[in-house]
């Protein structure tokens, strides 16, 4: 008996119910395998690949002969490669972990031949077929869709700092414009004092006027500063 764990799959449900068919309609079903857009993988509770479509071959760089027979875990990436047979044995062990694995869309990486790695979207489905189990994988490369994301965050990450950068040249236009006049303000206080002591008129009162005015405009200058430093 063939029984059904996940109801996502409709490609899966069509490959669980012609696994036992005939040489001809298994022909037939390989045919629909290979056209399929996902990646089709199918492994035994051992972990041992036997059976993989043609997306599969595409997405991780192998021929067909290169995989079936081989253990699942060549296509896993580490650090998890040197315990993904733990993790089917513990699967095994205790089925109570079927609901975080079988039906559950995963996002992760898998490992193509030449070492790279490949962003997958990966979903199990599980069969009993003669009293052997298997497992059935429908994985999707999603490397592009990736790739695209990251070039929106960094798409982002730039406007952000721009917008940053726009920001503070605003902030220093501003600084400037409410520095002008109190720098104009203490040079034509200067002026007055050079012609003031040229003229003769440059006593203490006269001194100490000059003094305050400029005192009180570079008051006005540095409170322009903690204004904008907590703004």
Known sequence: TTLFRSPIFPIIIIVLANLRTSKTNQKKLKSILDNTFDSIIMIDSKGII??????????????????????????????????????????????????????????????????????????????????????????RDISEQKRLKENEKAQEHMLMQQSKLASMGEMVTAIAHQWRQPLNAIGLSIQDMVSAQKHGELDKEYVIEIKDDITEQLKFMSDTIDEFRNF
């Not at 079936?68 to 972990?97: A, F």
């Not at 490992?111 to 990966?122: D, P």
């Open 50 to 139: 036997t059976a993989a479509n043609k997306s599969t071959l595409e997405t991780f760089g192998y021929k067909e002969k290169e995989l079936i027979g081989k253990n699942v875990n060549i296509l896993v990436p580490q650090p998890y490669h040197d315990h993904h047979d733990g993790y089917i044995k513990s699967y095994n062990n205790d089925k109570s972990t079927s609901s975080k694995i079988i039906g559950a869309d995963r996002e992760l990486f898998g490992l193509h031949k030449n070492g790279t790695q490949v962003a997958i979207s990966l979903a199990v489905t599980q069969c009993t077929l003669e009293d052997e189990q298997f497992f059935i994988g429908s994985i």
